[in-house]
Nanobody, 128 residues
Framework: QVQLVESGGGMVQAGGSLRLSCAAS????????MGWFRQAPGKEREFVAG????????YYADSVKGRFTISRNNAKTTLYLQMNSLKAEDTAVYYC?????????????????????WGQGTQVTVSS
């Protein structure tokens, strides 16, 4: 069973940047699509970004397009989320997730039920 551990969260001023990491261990990483989700206080968990298993395709929520970049390093079994031009509304707990099926990119990628493994989350707080 794969374990996912997020890191890199913290407090930053609006307009700043953070890079989140998601380290995978105990299971296969390179053959699975991966995603980032976030959950703000009092709100439902929402999709942020997704990356196909081949890393050839990326998917973003409209709210983060042009500001966030998802990437992966299969040799390091790590998923990343580079977040630039942060806004107060980006404040949330960020979770990484691994898709259910290897060698397949779920469509659409923004559906939580398409993912079977989740990390514990890392807090991102953006002050305005």
């Amino acid at each position: 069973q794969v374990q996912l551990v997020e890191s890199g969260g913290g407090m930053v001023q609006a307009g700043g940047s953070l890079r989140l990491s998601c380290a995978a261990s105990g299971g296969t990483f390179g053959s699975f699509a991966m995603g980032w989700f976030r959950q703000a206080p009092g709100k439902e968990r929402e999709f942020v970004a997704g990356l196909s298993w081949s890393a050839g395709s990326t998917y973003y929520a409209d709210s983060v397009k042009g500001r966030f970049t998802i990437s992966r390093n299969n040799a390091k079994t790590t998923l990343y989320l580079q977040m630039n031009s942060l806004k107060a509304e980006d404040t949330a707990v960020y979770y990484c997730a691994r898709a259910k099926t290897p060698f397949s990119t779920p469509q659409p990628m923004d559906v939580m039920q398409h993912y079977s493994s989740w990390g514990q989350g890392t807090q991102v707080t953006v002050s305005s």
